[in-house]
Protein backbone atom coordinates (compact mmCIF):
# COMPACT_ATOMS: atom_id res chain seq x y z
CA UNK A 1 0.00 0.00 0.00
CA UNK A 2 1.37 3.14 -1.13
CA UNK A 3 2.08 6.05 1.60
CA UNK A 4 0.28 8.26 -0.68
CA UNK A 5 -3.07 5.80 -0.27
CA UNK A 6 -2.89 5.42 2.84
CA UNK A 7 -2.97 9.43 3.86
CA UNK A 8 -5.83 9.55 1.62
CA UNK A 9 -7.90 6.93 3.51
CA UNK A 10 -6.97 8.78 6.62
CA UNK A 11 -7.73 11.83 5.83
CA UNK A 12 -11.16 10.19 4.27
CA UNK A 13 -11.59 8.92 7.99
CA UNK A 14 -10.93 12.53 9.57
CA UNK A 15 -13.01 14.11 6.88
CA UNK A 16 -15.71 11.84 7.92
CA UNK A 17 -14.95 12.16 11.87
CA UNK A 18 -15.38 15.85 11.20
CA UNK A 19 -18.75 15.83 9.12
CA UNK A 20 -20.10 13.75 12.21
CA UNK A 21 -18.93 16.25 14.44
CA UNK A 22 -20.71 19.07 12.43
CA UNK A 23 -23.75 17.90 13.26
CA UNK A 24 -23.56 18.58 17.02
CA UNK A 25 -23.61 22.37 16.29
CA UNK A 26 -27.20 22.13 15.84
CA UNK A 27 -30.38 22.66 18.25
CA UNK A 28 -33.33 24.60 17.62
CA UNK A 29 -35.90 26.01 19.92
CA UNK A 30 -39.46 27.30 19.24
CA UNK A 31 -42.23 28.22 21.75
CA UNK A 32 -45.60 29.26 20.10
CA UNK A 33 -47.28 32.04 21.77
CA UNK A 34 -50.65 31.83 23.30
CA UNK A 35 -53.09 32.32 20.23
CA UNK A 36 -54.59 35.41 19.89
CA UNK A 37 -55.57 34.08 16.02
CA UNK A 38 -55.95 30.89 14.86
CA UNK A 39 -53.32 28.67 13.61
CA UNK A 40 -53.43 25.27 12.24
CA UNK A 41 -52.93 22.60 15.06
CA UNK A 42 -50.36 19.88 14.19
CA UNK A 43 -48.46 17.03 16.62
CA UNK A 44 -45.46 16.93 15.08
CA UNK A 45 -44.09 14.64 17.84
CA UNK A 46 -46.10 11.67 18.92
CA UNK A 47 -45.31 9.33 21.25
CA UNK A 48 -43.19 7.15 18.61
CA UNK A 49 -40.88 10.54 17.95
CA UNK A 50 -40.33 10.80 21.63
CA UNK A 51 -39.55 7.00 22.65
CA UNK A 52 -36.88 7.02 19.32
CA UNK A 53 -34.93 10.22 20.16
CA UNK A 54 -34.61 8.95 23.69
CA UNK A 55 -33.07 5.86 22.60
CA UNK A 56 -30.70 7.01 19.89
CA UNK A 57 -29.74 9.30 22.71
CA UNK A 58 -29.32 6.73 24.69
CA UNK A 59 -27.40 4.61 21.86
CA UNK A 60 -25.06 7.07 20.99
CA UNK A 61 -24.24 7.80 24.91
CA UNK A 62 -23.15 4.04 24.65
CA UNK A 63 -21.06 4.41 21.87
CA UNK A 64 -19.14 6.99 23.57
CA UNK A 65 -18.75 4.99 26.57
CA UNK A 66 -17.20 2.09 24.47
CA UNK A 67 -14.93 4.72 23.22
CA UNK A 68 -14.52 6.04 26.16
CA UNK A 69 -11.41 4.13 27.61
CA UNK A 70 -9.56 2.98 24.45
CA UNK A 71 -9.74 6.90 23.27
CA UNK A 72 -8.10 7.74 26.52
CA UNK A 73 -4.98 4.62 26.07
CA UNK A 74 -4.18 6.29 22.57
CA UNK A 75 -4.29 9.66 23.86
CA UNK A 76 -1.50 7.89 26.11
CA UNK A 77 0.04 6.05 23.84
CA UNK A 78 0.33 9.09 21.22
CA UNK A 79 1.76 11.39 23.96
CA UNK A 80 3.90 9.44 24.88
CA UNK A 81 5.23 8.90 21.39
CA UNK A 82 5.56 12.80 20.84
CA UNK A 83 7.51 13.68 24.32
CA UNK A 84 10.29 10.71 23.28
CA UNK A 85 11.16 12.47 19.56
CA UNK A 86 10.36 8.92 18.63
CA UNK A 87 9.48 10.19 14.63
CA UNK A 88 11.50 8.90 12.26
CA UNK A 89 13.42 7.03 14.85
CA UNK A 90 14.41 3.34 14.65
CA UNK A 91 15.17 2.75 17.79
CA UNK A 92 13.49 -0.69 19.30
CA UNK A 93 11.44 1.19 21.84
CA UNK A 94 10.02 3.17 19.52
CA UNK A 95 8.84 0.57 17.52
CA UNK A 96 7.34 -1.34 19.74
CA UNK A 97 5.26 1.62 20.93
CA UNK A 98 4.69 2.58 17.41
CA UNK A 99 3.17 -0.96 16.67
CA UNK A 100 1.47 -0.65 19.83
CA UNK A 101 -0.47 2.56 19.07
CA UNK A 102 -1.26 1.26 15.73
CA UNK A 103 -2.52 -2.15 17.48
CA UNK A 104 -4.75 0.48 19.53
CA UNK A 105 -5.79 2.39 17.21
CA UNK A 106 -7.15 -0.61 15.31
CA UNK A 107 -8.99 -1.41 18.57
CA UNK A 108 -10.60 2.26 18.41
CA UNK A 109 -11.81 1.49 15.26
CA UNK A 110 -13.09 -2.68 15.83
CA UNK A 111 -15.16 -0.16 18.81
CA UNK A 112 -16.21 2.27 16.52
CA UNK A 113 -17.54 -0.19 13.80
CA UNK A 114 -18.93 -2.31 16.39
CA UNK A 115 -21.15 0.44 17.92
CA UNK A 116 -22.03 1.73 14.81
CA UNK A 117 -25.10 -1.06 13.67
CA UNK A 118 -27.27 -0.20 16.53
CA UNK A 119 -26.42 3.35 16.41
CA UNK A 120 -27.80 3.27 13.31
CA UNK A 121 -30.89 1.25 13.96
CA UNK A 122 -32.05 3.62 16.18
CA UNK A 123 -30.89 6.84 14.10
CA UNK A 124 -32.98 5.26 10.98
CA UNK A 125 -35.73 4.71 13.48
CA UNK A 126 -35.65 8.52 14.98
CA UNK A 127 -35.19 9.68 11.04
CA UNK A 128 -38.53 7.61 10.12
CA UNK A 129 -40.68 8.41 12.33
CA UNK A 130 -39.85 12.44 12.58
CA UNK A 131 -39.89 12.10 8.72
CA UNK A 132 -43.45 10.57 8.76
CA UNK A 133 -44.18 12.95 11.17
CA UNK A 134 -43.08 16.15 8.97
CA UNK A 135 -44.52 14.63 6.35
CA UNK A 136 -48.09 13.80 7.56
CA UNK A 137 -48.50 16.65 9.47
CA UNK A 138 -46.75 19.86 7.53
CA UNK A 139 -46.42 17.98 4.03
CA UNK A 140 -49.89 16.92 3.20
CA UNK A 141 -52.12 19.04 5.97
CA UNK A 142 -50.37 22.60 5.54
CA UNK A 143 -49.62 25.23 2.94
CA UNK A 144 -45.90 27.33 3.43
CA UNK A 145 -48.38 29.95 4.25
CA UNK A 146 -49.45 27.79 7.25
CA UNK A 147 -46.31 27.11 7.95
CA UNK A 148 -44.90 30.92 8.25
CA UNK A 149 -47.80 31.41 10.76
CA UNK A 150 -46.66 28.72 12.84
CA UNK A 151 -43.28 30.17 12.91
CA UNK A 152 -44.20 33.91 12.98
CA UNK A 153 -46.36 32.82 16.39
CA UNK A 154 -43.34 32.15 17.69
CA UNK A 155 -43.09 34.07 21.47
CA UNK A 156 -41.01 36.58 22.73
CA UNK A 157 -40.29 34.59 25.90
CA UNK A 158 -37.61 32.37 26.33
CA UNK A 159 -38.66 30.66 29.42
CA UNK A 160 -37.63 27.69 29.90
CA UNK A 161 -35.81 27.40 26.56
CA UNK A 162 -32.58 27.26 28.31
CA UNK A 163 -31.34 23.51 27.95
CA UNK A 164 -30.21 22.54 31.20
CA UNK A 165 -26.83 20.44 31.08
CA UNK A 166 -27.07 17.76 33.68
CA UNK A 167 -24.97 15.75 32.00
CA UNK A 168 -21.65 14.68 33.30
CA UNK A 169 -18.40 15.90 32.03
CA UNK A 170 -17.59 13.00 30.11
CA UNK A 171 -20.87 13.05 28.00
CA UNK A 172 -19.78 13.24 24.28
CA UNK A 173 -21.66 15.67 21.81
CA UNK A 174 -23.62 13.23 19.40
CA UNK A 175 -25.15 11.98 22.87
CA UNK A 176 -25.28 15.65 24.52
CA UNK A 177 -26.61 16.94 20.96
CA UNK A 178 -29.71 13.87 21.05
CA UNK A 179 -30.67 13.88 24.60
CA UNK A 180 -30.77 17.78 24.17
CA UNK A 181 -33.06 16.94 21.70
CA UNK A 182 -35.32 14.76 23.98
CA UNK A 183 -35.26 17.54 26.25
CA UNK A 184 -36.62 20.17 24.31
CA UNK A 185 -39.10 17.75 22.74
CA UNK A 186 -40.50 17.15 26.28
CA UNK A 187 -40.77 19.98 26.88
CA UNK A 188 -42.44 21.43 23.71
CA UNK A 189 -43.99 18.55 23.19
CA UNK A 190 -46.42 19.54 25.82
CA UNK A 191 -47.60 22.16 24.19
CA UNK A 192 -50.61 21.94 22.28
CA UNK A 193 -48.92 23.57 19.02
CA UNK A 194 -46.23 21.68 16.95
CA UNK A 195 -42.28 23.07 16.75
CA UNK A 196 -41.34 22.90 13.09
CA UNK A 197 -38.36 23.95 13.15
CA UNK A 198 -37.00 21.76 15.75
CA UNK A 199 -38.34 18.72 14.48
CA UNK A 200 -36.80 19.96 10.83
CA UNK A 201 -33.64 20.22 12.71
CA UNK A 202 -33.59 16.73 14.56
CA UNK A 203 -35.20 15.19 10.94
CA UNK A 204 -32.25 16.81 8.63
CA UNK A 205 -29.70 15.57 11.46
CA UNK A 206 -30.71 12.70 12.03
CA UNK A 207 -30.54 11.97 8.04
CA UNK A 208 -27.21 13.58 7.99
CA UNK A 209 -25.88 11.39 11.08
CA UNK A 210 -27.15 8.20 9.12
CA UNK A 211 -25.14 9.27 5.68
CA UNK A 212 -21.96 9.84 7.66
CA UNK A 213 -21.95 6.87 9.85
CA UNK A 214 -22.27 4.89 6.35
CA UNK A 215 -19.22 7.22 5.40
CA UNK A 216 -17.66 5.98 8.55
CA UNK A 217 -18.25 2.60 8.41
CA UNK A 218 -16.33 2.03 5.02
CA UNK A 219 -14.20 3.94 5.72
CA UNK A 220 -13.39 2.28 9.17
CA UNK A 221 -13.42 -1.08 7.09
CA UNK A 222 -10.72 -0.35 5.02
CA UNK A 223 -8.47 1.38 7.22
CA UNK A 224 -8.49 -1.71 9.71
CA UNK A 225 -7.24 -4.12 6.59
CA UNK A 226 -4.65 -1.58 5.89
CA UNK A 227 -3.63 -1.51 9.47
CA UNK A 228 -3.39 -5.61 9.45
CA UNK A 229 -0.84 -5.33 6.52
CA UNK A 230 0.87 -2.78 7.80
CA UNK A 231 0.98 -3.58 11.91
CA UNK A 232 4.79 -4.41 12.13
CA UNK A 233 6.48 -2.00 10.20
CA UNK A 234 4.11 0.82 9.10
CA UNK A 235 5.11 4.79 9.22
CA UNK A 236 2.72 6.62 12.21
CA UNK A 237 1.45 9.43 9.88
CA UNK A 238 -0.22 12.67 11.48
CA UNK A 239 -3.50 11.69 9.83
CA UNK A 240 -4.13 8.90 12.85
CA UNK A 241 -3.55 11.81 15.45
CA UNK A 242 -5.84 14.20 13.77
CA UNK A 243 -8.00 11.15 13.24
CA UNK A 244 -7.90 10.23 17.11
CA UNK A 245 -8.08 14.26 17.77
CA UNK A 246 -11.48 13.88 15.95
CA UNK A 247 -13.08 11.43 17.45
CA UNK A 248 -11.97 12.92 20.88
CA UNK A 249 -13.72 16.05 19.83
CA UNK A 250 -16.58 13.86 18.84
CA UNK A 251 -16.68 12.11 22.36
CA UNK A 252 -16.08 15.42 24.56
CA UNK A 253 -16.26 18.28 22.28
CA UNK A 254 -13.54 20.76 21.80
CA UNK A 255 -15.71 23.80 20.41
CA UNK A 256 -19.55 23.10 21.54
CA UNK A 257 -21.88 25.31 19.23
CA UNK A 258 -24.75 23.65 19.61
CA UNK A 259 -26.49 26.76 21.70
CA UNK A 260 -25.67 28.87 18.38
CA UNK A 261 -29.04 27.90 16.93
CA UNK A 262 -31.34 28.32 20.24
CA UNK A 263 -31.01 32.15 19.50
CA UNK A 264 -32.60 31.39 15.83
CA UNK A 265 -36.57 32.95 15.74
CA UNK A 266 -37.02 33.64 19.07
CA UNK A 267 -38.90 37.24 19.05
CA UNK A 268 -42.52 37.31 18.65
CA UNK A 269 -43.39 39.89 15.58
CA UNK A 270 -44.50 42.75 16.40
CA UNK A 271 -48.57 43.13 16.00
CA UNK A 272 -49.03 45.69 13.15
CA UNK A 273 -52.82 46.21 13.73
CA UNK A 274 -52.11 49.68 12.18
CA UNK A 275 -51.59 47.88 8.69
CA UNK A 276 -53.81 45.25 8.94
CA UNK A 277 -55.46 46.06 5.74
CA UNK A 278 -52.41 45.96 4.22
CA UNK A 279 -51.22 42.74 4.80
CA UNK A 280 -52.28 39.37 4.11
CA UNK A 281 -53.25 37.34 7.20
CA UNK B 1 -76.59 79.31 -52.93
CA UNK B 2 -73.89 77.83 -54.53
CA UNK B 3 -71.41 80.43 -53.13
CA UNK B 4 -72.64 79.87 -49.64
CA UNK B 5 -72.62 76.27 -50.69
CA UNK B 6 -68.89 76.19 -51.73
CA UNK B 7 -67.61 78.36 -48.47
CA UNK B 8 -69.36 76.02 -46.43
CA UNK B 9 -67.22 72.85 -47.75
CA UNK B 10 -64.20 74.98 -47.01
CA UNK B 11 -64.45 76.10 -43.32
CA UNK B 12 -65.95 72.56 -42.39
CA UNK B 13 -62.12 71.08 -42.42
CA UNK B 14 -60.72 73.96 -41.02
CA UNK B 15 -63.03 73.99 -38.15
CA UNK B 16 -62.53 70.24 -37.75
CA UNK B 17 -59.23 70.57 -37.94
CA UNK B 18 -59.17 73.36 -35.43
CA UNK B 19 -61.61 71.07 -33.01
CA UNK B 20 -59.10 68.30 -33.24
CA UNK B 21 -55.95 70.58 -32.16
CA UNK B 22 -57.89 71.64 -29.27
CA UNK B 23 -58.77 68.29 -27.92
CA UNK B 24 -55.51 67.18 -28.81
CA UNK B 25 -54.62 69.93 -26.64
CA UNK B 26 -56.55 68.67 -23.76
CA UNK B 27 -55.68 65.14 -23.17
CA UNK B 28 -52.02 64.75 -24.27
CA UNK B 29 -50.39 66.91 -21.15
CA UNK B 30 -46.72 67.38 -21.40
CA UNK B 31 -43.97 64.87 -20.15
CA UNK B 32 -43.82 66.69 -17.21
CA UNK B 33 -46.84 67.35 -16.22
CA UNK B 34 -47.19 64.02 -13.95
CA UNK B 35 -43.37 63.95 -13.03
CA UNK B 36 -42.61 64.56 -9.27
CA UNK B 37 -40.85 67.60 -8.52
CA UNK B 38 -37.01 67.16 -7.05
CA UNK B 39 -37.32 68.24 -3.49
CA UNK B 40 -35.49 66.65 -1.18
CA UNK B 41 -38.43 67.30 1.40
CA UNK B 42 -40.17 63.48 1.41
CA UNK B 43 -43.30 64.62 3.41
CA UNK B 44 -43.68 67.16 0.41
CA UNK B 45 -43.07 64.47 -2.59
CA UNK B 46 -45.54 61.78 -1.07
CA UNK B 47 -48.24 64.98 -0.54
CA UNK B 48 -47.37 65.63 -4.42
CA UNK B 49 -47.28 62.15 -5.57
CA UNK B 50 -50.83 61.70 -3.61
CA UNK B 51 -52.10 65.21 -5.63
CA UNK B 52 -50.97 63.71 -8.99
CA UNK B 53 -52.37 60.47 -8.44
CA UNK B 54 -56.21 62.03 -8.03
CA UNK B 55 -55.64 62.99 -11.83
CA UNK B 56 -56.75 60.31 -13.48
CA UNK B 57 -54.05 61.62 -16.68
CA UNK B 58 -50.86 60.18 -13.89
CA UNK B 59 -52.39 56.90 -12.87
CA UNK B 60 -50.01 55.04 -15.31
CA UNK B 61 -47.31 56.93 -13.45
CA UNK B 62 -47.43 54.84 -9.92
CA UNK B 63 -44.93 52.71 -10.62
CA UNK B 64 -42.58 55.40 -11.38
CA UNK B 65 -43.68 57.24 -7.97
CA UNK B 66 -43.22 54.39 -5.98
CA UNK B 67 -39.15 54.36 -7.30
CA UNK B 68 -39.22 57.78 -6.48
CA UNK B 69 -40.62 57.50 -2.76
CA UNK B 70 -38.74 54.73 -2.10
CA UNK B 71 -35.57 56.37 -3.11
CA UNK B 72 -36.59 59.89 -1.31
CA UNK B 73 -37.66 57.65 2.05
CA UNK B 74 -34.39 55.70 1.65
CA UNK B 75 -32.46 59.25 1.93
CA UNK B 76 -34.59 60.25 5.01
CA UNK B 77 -34.90 56.96 6.96
CA UNK B 78 -37.48 56.64 9.52
CA UNK B 79 -40.88 55.16 11.30
CA UNK B 80 -43.22 57.85 9.76
CA UNK B 81 -42.04 56.54 6.16
CA UNK B 82 -44.09 53.59 6.94
CA UNK B 83 -47.22 55.41 7.16
CA UNK B 84 -46.46 57.42 4.45
CA UNK B 85 -46.54 55.11 2.04
CA UNK B 86 -49.48 53.06 3.67
CA UNK B 87 -51.62 56.05 3.38
CA UNK B 88 -50.48 56.28 -0.47
CA UNK B 89 -51.47 52.43 -1.01
CA UNK B 90 -54.75 52.93 0.56
CA UNK B 91 -55.60 55.67 -1.58
CA UNK B 92 -54.63 53.89 -4.61
CA UNK B 93 -56.30 51.14 -4.30
CA UNK B 94 -59.31 53.16 -2.81
CA UNK B 95 -58.90 55.20 -6.34
CA UNK B 96 -58.59 51.87 -8.40
CA UNK B 97 -55.26 52.91 -9.58
CA UNK B 98 -54.04 49.41 -8.19
CA UNK B 99 -55.94 46.31 -6.49
CA UNK B 100 -56.30 45.48 -3.11
CA UNK B 101 -53.71 42.31 -3.63
CA UNK B 102 -51.35 44.71 -5.23
CA UNK B 103 -51.12 46.74 -2.42
CA UNK B 104 -50.97 44.34 0.07
CA UNK B 105 -48.55 43.18 -1.80
CA UNK B 106 -45.82 45.92 -2.28
CA UNK B 107 -46.56 46.50 1.70
CA UNK B 108 -46.24 42.99 2.88
CA UNK B 109 -43.18 42.79 0.36
CA UNK B 110 -41.42 46.04 2.32
CA UNK B 111 -42.54 46.09 5.46
CA UNK B 112 -43.69 43.00 6.84
CA UNK B 113 -41.26 40.15 8.29
CA UNK B 114 -43.39 37.46 7.06
CA UNK B 115 -42.93 36.54 3.34
CA UNK B 116 -45.72 37.59 0.78
CA UNK B 117 -44.62 34.91 -1.95
CA UNK B 118 -45.17 32.10 0.88
CA UNK B 119 -48.34 33.21 2.05
CA UNK B 120 -49.20 33.50 -1.86
CA UNK B 121 -48.64 29.40 -1.84
CA UNK B 122 -52.10 27.77 -1.94
CA UNK B 123 -50.96 24.24 -2.37
CA UNK B 124 -49.85 21.76 0.57
CA UNK B 125 -45.92 21.99 0.88
CA UNK B 126 -45.56 18.59 -0.34
CA UNK B 127 -46.65 19.70 -3.49
CA UNK B 128 -45.28 23.29 -3.01
CA UNK B 129 -41.85 22.49 -2.40
CA UNK B 130 -42.04 20.73 -6.05
CA UNK B 131 -40.67 23.58 -6.62
CA UNK B 132 -38.75 24.69 -4.31
CA UNK B 133 -36.07 26.52 -6.12
CA UNK B 134 -39.11 28.95 -7.65
CA UNK B 135 -40.15 30.17 -4.11
CA UNK B 136 -36.96 30.14 -2.79
CA UNK B 137 -35.63 32.52 -5.50
CA UNK B 138 -38.98 34.61 -4.85
CA UNK B 139 -38.00 34.62 -0.78
CA UNK B 140 -34.51 36.09 -1.53
CA UNK B 141 -36.32 38.66 -4.04
CA UNK B 142 -38.38 39.66 -1.37
CA UNK B 143 -35.93 39.41 1.35
CA UNK B 144 -34.04 42.16 -0.56
CA UNK B 145 -37.20 44.18 -0.73
CA UNK B 146 -37.18 44.11 3.09
CA UNK B 147 -34.03 45.40 3.37
CA UNK B 148 -34.52 48.13 1.49
CA UNK B 149 -38.09 48.72 2.76
CA UNK B 150 -36.90 47.72 6.76
CA UNK B 151 -33.00 49.02 7.05
CA UNK B 152 -33.12 51.45 4.18
CA UNK B 153 -36.63 53.35 4.27
CA UNK B 154 -37.48 52.53 7.73
CA UNK B 155 -34.00 51.76 9.76
CA UNK B 156 -35.85 49.22 11.77
CA UNK B 157 -33.07 47.09 12.18
CA UNK B 158 -35.02 44.46 14.69
CA UNK B 159 -37.93 43.70 12.49
CA UNK B 160 -35.20 42.99 9.44
CA UNK B 161 -33.47 40.68 11.43
CA UNK B 162 -36.76 38.80 12.61
CA UNK B 163 -37.57 38.87 8.44
CA UNK B 164 -34.06 36.96 8.51
CA UNK B 165 -35.03 34.80 10.80
CA UNK B 166 -38.23 33.73 9.38
CA UNK B 167 -36.45 33.25 5.83
CA UNK B 168 -33.53 30.70 7.67
CA UNK B 169 -36.47 28.92 9.78
CA UNK B 170 -38.63 28.31 6.51
CA UNK B 171 -35.94 27.65 4.82
CA UNK B 172 -35.15 24.51 7.55
CA UNK B 173 -38.36 23.48 7.88
CA UNK B 174 -39.05 23.30 4.04
CA UNK B 175 -35.84 21.37 3.22
CA UNK B 176 -36.70 18.53 5.73
CA UNK B 177 -40.60 18.49 4.50
CA UNK B 178 -39.50 18.43 0.91
CA UNK B 179 -36.69 15.43 2.12
CA UNK B 180 -39.54 14.03 3.58
CA UNK B 181 -42.25 14.31 1.24
CA UNK B 182 -39.38 12.48 -1.54
CA UNK B 183 -38.99 9.88 0.90
CA UNK B 184 -42.15 8.76 0.91
CA UNK B 185 -42.40 8.79 -3.24
Redesign the interface.
Known sequence: MTMRKQLKRHCGLAMACGMTLSLAHAS?W?VLKPDDQPRPKINLFPTSVVESLSETSRAARDMESDMYDVVAKLDKQNRAYQSTNCANSDDKGCLQLRKAIRGTYKEMLEVMQSSIPSMRNSLDSTASA???S??GE???????????RI??GRSTSQQGMTVTTTSSARQGKLSKMFSRYYELVKRGGQQSDAL??L???I??DS?QSLYYLDLLEAEIGSQSTELVLELEWGELTDQISATVGDVKALLWGETDRSQDILE??L?A??Q?E??S????K | MNVSATALKLATPVVLLLGLTACAQQSVQPASYCGLSSTNNVDKLFMEASQKLQDPNCYHAFPEYKEELIAAASGAPGPENEARFARLLRESIDSGIISKRQGQEIFSQYFDPEFYAVKSEARSSCTSLRRKDELYAAMRVELAYKREGMLDILDDEPRFREAQRHYSDMHMVFDAVEVACMQES
Request: no cysteine.
Open positions: AAMGGLRIGRKMTPGDVQLAPVASQYLMVGEPQQTYDLLV
